[in-house]
């Protein structure tokens, strides 16, 4: 029942009673007459007229009239209007939840101020993860085919695991922890599962047979590549010299003996590019210099500690046949767009 309404340049406050005289108990579902007091709901509602509305209930609590219940007190329920431990009605939750699926969280959270509801990007964070839980449990329940694989909270310190469903390619569910007992604890409430893609490591294995060993893994396709390089490189290197290293074309000259009619390749020499610069010439000189050295020690560290690099400068440029070209951004002005925005 309405008792006042209020209309200022803010908002909208609106003044209401509760004039149920039953409710059911929602542990036990008996229906109980007996008011223990009364508190009062302050939650947001939709707007009108672009103002945004308050809401303040007079609700009840009531005793549980039954004696094998656990719950002796339980507070007034508003099917359909209003959930329990909420501060906003269903009818304004839908709308922040159609909104938050099409923008950000703090985009939300900034355009929302503008109509007058103060809600922060955490808040409607939270409001999305509540609203979805229970239809996320629905559809948990008929998972048949699942990718899993650990990621870090915090990089070497913390880490967890992520599920994701193949069907939908969304991730379903987050564990804290990326141990074989979170991970088997997680199958054993999803029986459906019948197939596991997952990474090399065995804890997912493990778990995985200790839950139910008829479930399918299978190696997912980055970790399936990662292996077929690993073995490519370790079947090269059983194949080659340990120091084999071919060098770049631009840095060898071949010459013919006339007495001999024999061709001579001379690795020592040092093409010129007349398109570089002095800078890029001098550059390119260290480039074959390096590579020079390394055909000689044929190691990485050892050309490093004569030349006095790191190694990952060395590792880079012995690979290089060409001299490297420098893409040079131009700089744009970040602000050029708001000028134009503004003009």
Known sequence: MIQSIENNEHKILICLKSESKFNPCPLCGMKSHRVHSTYLRKPLDASILNKPVQLRIQAKKFFC???NCKRQIFTE????????YRRLTIRLEEVFLQLSLSMSAEALSRFLFK???KRSGDALLDLLRRIDSTEKDIKNQSLTHIGVDDFSFRRGVDFGTVICDLETHRPVEILASRSTQAFKEWLEKHPSVE???RDRATTYTKAIHLTNPNIIQVADKWHFLKNLLTVVKETISSRFPKGWFIMPESSITKKTDPATDITITNVNSISSHE???EKEQAKWTLILEIQKVYQQ???IRQTARQLKLSRTTVAKYIQ????PKQIRKPRV?????LYLTLA
Request: proline residues 9%; neutral net charge; charged residues 5%.
């Open 333 to 337: 002005n970040q602000f050029v767009p």
């Open 115 to 117: 109509l007058g509801y």
């Open 195 to 197: 197939l596991v893609t």
């Open 297 to 299: 020690v044929g190691s």
């Open 320 to 323: 290089l046949s060409e001299p």
């Open 65 to 67: 009239l039954n004696p």
């Open 275 to 277: 398109s570089l610069s």
């Open 77 to 84: 329920r508003f099917t359909g209007f209003l959930n329990a």
